[in-house]
């Protein structure tokens, strides 16, 4: 692609990174990367991004901007409460970067709409806030063959892994099933510190750079979870089962369901 | 012995650029050449010349020659890589 010299300026410290380079500033220009929710891991993912250049982002998110919100979602600031999540998000990242192209989606995800709306992208990234929602991104993704990043908060813990469909662990291989909704415990009970949703979508963007620019080690077949308290992170190496119901070599699982809702269990 | 001279394929005259926009535009009139074509860069004296030919060499790129002008600024000649590094 043509740089004017602002652009060049713009992503000069990308440009200036042997393994990123011109070349890699054009991958980044010509990707497209959804995220799932505009909220506590969506913000920051969507925020650096769009700083990054990804020519093409999509946000979905079907909620509007709560107060509550502002503690951790920082897309979002004090006079957008009441309005719709994804324009609000939309708006501060053309603010970032006039450059790029920002498709909101201000729709809920279910069974029925998910596969057409992720299909037009090269990279998820999975920032919803409850585990049904997290198997149907997993099982969407795995079926139409787009990589993604799997996010997680809660008080002061988080997780995330990559998974690249066909090649690598998917959520299920692991996690076969989502838990009971009575079991989990709702966000405004179990809280969250909010800069630990920075760490995690911070993270999640991370990956999908690295993914779309072809460098490094994506974080595939690995749960890699950290306690803020104690600030220690683990790596926890996971392995693509062939009994999982999804991707393994008899799944059962061939078209996506939806769970029953227990909105806002992981925030 | 070629004269690498004779083989520039192309000038960016970065007089009165700073680091580290020099070694951006550098990078960015290197990608458009081809494998073993040769740049020529005309940097200035100081903090230009100390720092873009080794920024060069780090991404697997041969500096062929540096030569000061009567200006003070510098010609250094910059052969492409065979192939695109993906790591210093
Ligand atoms: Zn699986």
Not at chain 1, 73 to 96: C, F, N, Y
Not at chain 2, 15 to 38: F, I, Q, S
Not at chain 2, 40 to 66: A, F, M, Y
């Amino acid at each position: 692609m043509e740089y004017s010299a602002a652009q060049l300026e713009r992503y000069s410290r990308h440009i200036i990174l042997a393994e990123v380079g011109v070349e890699g500033q054009d991958k980044i220009a010509a990707a497209k990367v959804l995220i799932i929710g505009a909220g506590g891991l969506g913000s920051p993912a969507a925020l650096y991004l769009a700083a990054a250049g990804i020519g093409t982002i999509g946000i979905v998110d079907g909620d509007v901007v709560d107060l509550s919100n502002l503690q951790r979602q920082i897309a979002h600031h004090t006079r957008d409460v009441g309005r719709d999540k994804v324009l609000s998000a939309a708006e501060k990242m053309t603010a970032i970067n006039p450059d790029i192209r920002v498709r909101p989606h201000q729709m809920l995800l279910d069974a029925a709409n998910i596969r057409e709306v992720i299909r037009d992208y090269d990279f998820v990234i999975d920032g919803t806030d409850n585990f049904p929602t997290k198997f149907l991104v997993n099982d969407a993704c795995v079926l139409e063959d787009i990589p993604f990043s799997h996010g997680g908060i809660l008080r002061f813990d988080g997780q995330t892994m990559t998974v690249v469909p066909g090649k690598s662990s998917c959520y299920r291989c692991t996690f076969r099933q989502p838990p009971p909704p009575d079991a989990v415990p709702t966000c405004s009970q179990a809280g969250v510190l909010g800069a630990i949703a920075g760490m995690l979508g911070t993270i999640q963007a991370t990956e999908a750079l690295k993914y779309v620019t072809e460098i490094g080690q994506l974080l595939t077949d690995t749960l890699l979870s950290f306690d803020a308290l104690s600030m220690r992170f683990r790596r926890v190496p996971l392995r693509r089962q062939s009994s999982c119901p999804l991707c393994g070599t008899n799944p059962t699982i061939t078209e996506l369901v939806d769970y029953q809702q227990n909105a806002c269990a992981l925030k | 012995m070629i004269n690498p001279e004779r083989e520039i394929t192309a000038t960016k005259n970065l007089r009165g650029v700073n680091c580290p926009m020099n070694l951006v535009y550098t990078k960015v009139a290197m990608a458009a050449l081809k494998p073993g074509e040769v740049l020529e860069i005309i940097l200035d004296n100081g903090p230009p010349i100390n720092n873009v030919p080794g920024s060069v060499k780090k991404e697997g790129h041969e500096v062929l020659s540096q030569t000061q002008l009567t200006d003070g600024a510098w010609s250094v000649l910059v052969r492409k890589s065979p192939q695109t590094p993906k790591s210093p």
